[in-house]
């Protein structure tokens, strides 16, 4: 499965915008089914699990739109899934290597005091800080990023 993030647009068949329905849609399109859904309540959130992968996606809805879809690594290392960002895999780069493609491509990569990474041009934003037992490195810090969130309500 091929998963492309795309700034100001949405994550593979999602689309930022798009109501909860469509939204349900684009997932099965995807062959995801929704697991948790509390979208009635604002701002709302869909959560689809690829049970294979082990791998899961959030929809989070505010006034019925879509606004931001955050994508969690698979826990299944041999998982036959790409999350690209301009062809950059997410979540099989080294999170140093991948930023510092993003910024030699132009984007400013910004760590926060609680551990994220964002690029606030994409409005997107990347985590390493989960419990699953991800690869590490020496130094026993997680490999790669886990969490990636595309985003249309960045810095509000």
Do not use: C
């Not at 998963?3 to 689309?15: D, K, N, S, Y």
């Not at 791998?55 to 041999?78: I, P, S, T």
């Amino acid at each position: 499965m091929d998963v492309e993030l795309l700034p100001h647009v949405g994550v593979a068949t999602f689309r930022l915008g798009m109501s909860v329905e469509e939204g349900k849609r684009a997932a099965r399109e995807l062959g995801l089914p929704a697991t948790r859904a509390d979208a009635e309540a604002e701002p709302g959130q869909v959560l689809f699990t690829h049970d294979e992968f082990r791998m899961n996606f959030v929809l989070g809805f505010a006034k019925g739109e879509l606004v931001n879809v955050e994508v969690w690594r698979f826990r299944n290392e041999d998982a036959d899934v790409r999350v690209t960002l301009e062809g950059l895999d997410v979540f099989r780069t080294p999170s140093e290597e991948l930023l510092q493609q993003l910024e030699e491509r132009g984007h400013t990569a910004e760590e926060n005091d609680l551990g994220f990474d964002a690029l606030p041009d994409l409005k997107v934003i990347f985590a390493n800080d989960s419990s699953y037992e991800y690869p590490v490195d020496e130094d026993g810090d997680p490999l790669y990023f886990d969490y990636v969130l595309v985003t249309s309500v960045f810095g509000r």
